[in-house]
C-alpha cells in the first residue's frame, strides 16, 4: 500500500516551470506522474482552501485539487509560495 503522503507531496502536485505550473490535480495523476493541466502563473487569481484546494482564474474556471485533508496545508502553502499574485481565500468546513 502507499502512504498518503507519497502521493499528496507538494511536490508531485505542481510542479514549477518559471512562467507556467504544472499542475497534477489528482491522486491517479500524481502516482503515475502524468502531464496534468499547465497553468500560466498570471492566469491564477484566487487559492481557495474548504473541502479541496481550488485554483481559480482570470476567466473564473475553476482546477479543483484533491489531496488527503492530513496533507492539505502542506499543498496549500506551496500553492501560496507559486501563485503569490493570487488572493487566499480559507473556509472553515469544520464548524
Request: glycine share 4%; charged share 25%; with cysteine.
Amino acid at each position: 500500500m502507499i502512504p498518503i503522503n507519497f502521493l499528496d507531496k507538494a511536490e508531485r502536485t505542481f510542479n514549477d516551470l518559471g512562467a507556467n505550473v504544472q499542475v497534477r490535480t489528482n491522486s491517479y495523476s500524481r502516482f503515475y506522474n502524468t502531464k496534468g493541466r499547465l497553468v500560466k502563473k498570471s492566469d491564477i487569481a484566487k487559492i481557495q482552501k474548504a473541502g479541496c484546494l481550488t485554483l481559480f482564474t482570470l476567466s473564473d474556471n475553476a482546477i479543483d485539487i484533491t489531496v488527503h485533508p492530513a496533507n492539505q496545508d502542506t499543498v496549500f502553502e506551496k500553492a501560496k509560495s507559486i501563485f503569490k499574485e493570487a488572493q487566499v481565500v480559507e473556509i472553515d468546513i469544520q464548524s
